[in-house]
């Protein structure tokens, strides 16, 4: 089963920026389409971004498109997810997700909180 360890969350002010990173471990990321999600207070988890094998197809969110890249590295197994200026709003915990290209399993990391406050 391949593993996910997300990573870079934190506290920022409103306007800063953050970049968190999802190691993966068991399986090349090549064989998996990656997403981050995110889960904010009192909210439904939420697509936030995910990025194809090759990272060739991107799709963001409304709420984060211009603010957040989405990126991979499958020479090391990373996925990134960078944001910037950041909004209150912005402040969940976020989930890296692995998505078999084959079998179509979900796979979730543990999360990492990310918390927007001045």
């Known amino acids: 089963q391949v593993q996910l360890v997300e990573s870079g969350g934190g506290l920022v002010q409103p306007g800063g920026s953050l970049t968190l990173s999802c190691a993966a471990s068991g399986y090349p990321l090549t064989y998996f389409i990656m997403s981050w999600y995110r889960e904010g207070p009192g909210k439904e988890r939420e697509l936030v971004a995910n990025?194809?094998?090759?990272?060739?197809?991107?799709n963001y969110a409304d709420s984060v498109k211009g603010r957040f890249t989405i990126s991979r590295d499958n020479a090391k197994n990373t996925v990134y997810l960078r944001g910037e200026s950041l909004r209150l709003d912005d402040t969940a915990v976020y989930y890296c997700c692995a998505k078999g290209f084959f079998n179509g399993v979900n796979y979730w990391g543990q999360g990492t909180q990310v918390t927007v406050s001045s």
């Open positions: 990025i194809s094998t090759t990272g060739q197809v991107i």
